[in-house]
């Protein structure tokens, strides 16, 4: 557990800020999961084949990729409650809907468009959410304790994969392929009224106490970085700033080896 030694700190809002921010990562790691275990039925039902499948598998790879920067502009200027609570909301919908396809459709070209659109959406409105748990991880915990709470959230694709994979199996054998969808997007729904209530903050949180808040402040997080006046500063996008990203050698190791993490939990 995350905690300081201050014996003055009499409140741990962080803790269960970081709880609900893994929360919602294990959420979208399930979400974009499970059609791998649905896929099987999903393809006997509307007669695809395996490169069909892996066209649609693929859709949201490839919106992810492309949604990242965007997402991380609408971040900085919009924050990070409002933007992961609309993305929120609106990739819980997507998953809903995937469940719909045998309603909407009325054939195998029909249920392929409609299965890549929905996956493909799904993928560039969750592109903003691990960019935002880093946001809310350097907003509200110290240096000391950034490291062990970035780990936690990064473990969530596994807890997803625990937690909601025998689940899904379970679903999908009992009640068909759809309810997996339909359970999944149920919880972001639940997840979305969560976020919104109890997202704030550390100076506008009402349950932080004032020793938790100077430790957190003396710590080094950045407690004013969704602030109106912190947002409305950003300087606007540039040539100079891509050209730092791209020729920044510390950065490309950084791409590199992101790359590298990414393809081995994929393929392997």
């Not at 200027?77 to 009325?106: D, H, P, Q």
């Not at 997080?221 to 912190?230: E, F, K, M, N």
């Not at 020729?247 to 990414?262: E, T």
């Amino acid at each position: 557990m995350l905690q300081s030694q201050n014996p003055k700190q009499n409140s741990h809002v962080r803790i269960w800020i970081l709880c609900l921010i893994l929360f919602l990562s294990v959420v979208a790691y399930a979400d974009r999961s499970i059609l791998s275990i649905s896929g099987s039925a999903i393809k006997e039902e509307f007669g695809l084949s395996a490169i069909q499948l892996g066209l649609i598998l693929s859709a949201f790879s490839w919106a992810y990729v492309i949604g990242q920067i965007p997402g991380g502009l609408f971040l900085d200027r919009f924050g990070t409650k409002k933007v992961y609570g609309v993305t929120l909301a609106l990739w819980s919908v997507s998953t809903i809907l995937m469940g719909f396809i045998g309603e909407f459709s009325n054939g195998m070209t029909m249920a392929l468009v409609l299965m890549f659109a929905l996956r493909f959406a799904l993928g560039l409105i969750e592109a903003p959410s691990f960019p935002a748990n880093a946001r809310a991880v350097i907003m509200w915990f110290p240096g000391a304790e950034r490291g062990r709470a970035s780990s936690l959230f990064a473990s969530a694709q596994y807890f997803a994969v625990a937690i909601f994979s025998p689940l899904s199996g379970w679903l999908v054998s009992r009640f068909g392929w759809e309810w997996p969808f339909f359970v999944l997007g149920g919880i972001g729904v639940l997840a979305v009224f969560i976020w919104g209530w109890y997202m704030r903050s550390p100076k506008q949180h009402p349950h932080v106490s004032a020793s938790e808040l100077q430790y957190i402040e003396e710590g080094g997080a950045l407690v004013d970085i969704d602030s109106a006046q912190t947002l409305k500063a950003r300087p606007p996008l540039s040539k100079a700033m891509f050209k730092t990203l791209l020729s920044n050698r510390m950065l490309w190791c950084a791409y590199i080896g992101q790359y590298c993490i990414i393809a081995l939990s994929y393929f392997f």
